[in-house]
């Protein structure tokens, strides 16, 4: 077999991390042919040989003898333009980009057009093992629930194992490098939902992932969360939910909670996790670190092995959009924090409201009043469909007792 | 492409989701041709079309229209024999049969010079999912540490969570059906060192699987030792550890306790997990049932999905015997639990032997007097190597004031 020649363009962390596995690991299948940066002076962690480097990128794109074209770029425009361009050269890509894959669309469309393979394991690192073999198996994935964002997940275990605040635990997820360029696309969910948008395209074989996924964030977490969550036996997460229906699919990004002693509640620091349900009811659960220089390169190999091997590949192929089931239609357990004042009569108030909109409690835990004006109330539901609570909390937050927001969590179970 | 044609030898519970699947499904790739059975009048959980159904196993291993033998029969020398006469006659092999591929030289060697292909996948149920990936990635696996077993692991964590007995716990499993046909061979950890010598093999590239490994299963655990493990912030789990050398492996199957919070800790019922580091550090986990009808069939139906799209498969390609290291040289940390006269002095005669060979104690707790006679102490160590912790326990274990053996179990730190 006659090695594929690949063209790595970027030589940031992840691109460090596969040039580095391409020149040391001697795979026989692949053979690192050219590396295209944009800044060729910048000082690099090792040395290549600099008849490799160059930096035009037209010149890689036409180059006949360039079979694979690995983006490690980063950004958009520059990325999608390479992309296109290379498809139309005649190339094979594997990218780690969400951003460009979560819109994949015109890059997918092209490469069907020219029957061309784009491998994007990259852009779902964690998981990437398991929904690779899932996809391609005899039980189709039915059901996912997956912790998709290590700097999530690092400020959460760590407010909750160590009691440290939020904002430290960023400064030091973002210290250690897990965070994204922008912390808000990590904190506010959108690194997750890209994830998703890009798995519940693979999940549901098509490209035409959906453009917007109802997504929620961890901003509002609070320690009193994760301390009434502890004291309930539950640990809070950020997971992004995929369950397919009959013609559509229910997709959702927001925190939970999760029962202590399961797997989701075990995965620590900057791990990712994915729970799967295939159509005959086995589950399966990986973790695996889901950002780094090494893992994102490892998952880039793969697919430059797959393409290398001609083995078949996970690509979507139908073209299908996605219908999405409205949120409030789904049927779960909640944990509910209402902040009130500390007088008689408040939660009779309150369960009256519940009770008129046949909301059952599990248990509801008044907590010592932590200023003179008002207390925290804890209450847990069994199930219930969330457009009925949302419609209590409405009239519940209107009461003249009721003096903040009430804090509403969705209980995994 | 030609769907490939496949024979089904057995029609147990795994030859029946494999059938099931195979006629329900309708994967192109994939036609059922035969299904030879010893019983043909056995009643069958859904109606096979019976032209399909033959006893004759010769006819089936001469048919030049099968491609692939499924071999699901259980036992050894009646499926060794189709096994080998299947590949004489030109058919690629799917087996789930841990007996034989655990001693794979002989199948192995045989495909390998017919240029047959033998799907094993069905071996490590629990597993193969992340296996098959990095057997074939560019981060080679360094270390790997599983529950392999779904009887000990229904065992363990029922005996912990419900306080049950070990014999009650064993006949709850066996009732559910987890426990091999003999169940010494799960609860001594067999079935567990088999799966090892499996993966061994798999992560060493070699189908000279070692002919033995050294294993301790969990018939003496007792509800002591969950219960004392619990109070120090470990569950005990049966697991297989692989660990490669330089030239060499250290290889063995015994329960261990992990610490709480840990991905191993949460592994609950007949689950089986494991956890795989690569020679570039990342660390990996899977959680999937280990056995089960529907588990194991998928498993078999991806091997057979791979030989139809002529996908790179996972079949060991050297011949090379696995040096063992011995576990003496293991260098880990212990929970020791002595049986002792309840009297001054005792720990001190203890502590002075554990002392002159060097061994640290990271903690020491004695129990309350069980019975009039004796007392138990349980002793953590800091690093040690085990022969030198086997050494001291030899000469502990003769004193006075000692009235039973010591009990050793490993710390995975």
Redesign the interface.
Known sequence: MKAKRVAVAGFGNVGKGVIE?LLQ?Q?PELKLAKIVVKHPDKSRPFNVDPELVTTDFARVVHDPEIDIVVEVMGGVEDARSLILDALQNGKDIVTANKAIIARGNEVFSLAAKLGRTIGFRGTFVGCN??I???S????RIRRMCAILNGTCNYILSHMSRRGIPFEQALKEAQEQGYAEADASDDIDGIDTARKIQILSGVINNTFNMPPDVPCEGIREITMQDIQYGRELGYAIKLVGIVEKGKDSATIFVRPVLVPH???L????DANNAIELE?D??????????GA?T??T??AI??DL?DIA????FMMPTSNTPIVLNDTGDIETRYYLRLTVIDQPGVLAQITRILGDHNISLASIIQKEAVSAKSVSVIVTTYLVREKELRAALQQIDLLEVVKAKTRIIQILA
Do not use: F, M, W
């Open positions: 596995i690991k795979i093992t398991l690779h073999d899932l391609l198996s005899a039980g002693g399961s797997l509640a075990s995965v620590e295939d005959l009811g086995v589950v399966s659960a990986l973790v695996a670190p780094g090494y893992p390169a490892v190999i793969n092995l091997h001609g083995d078949t």
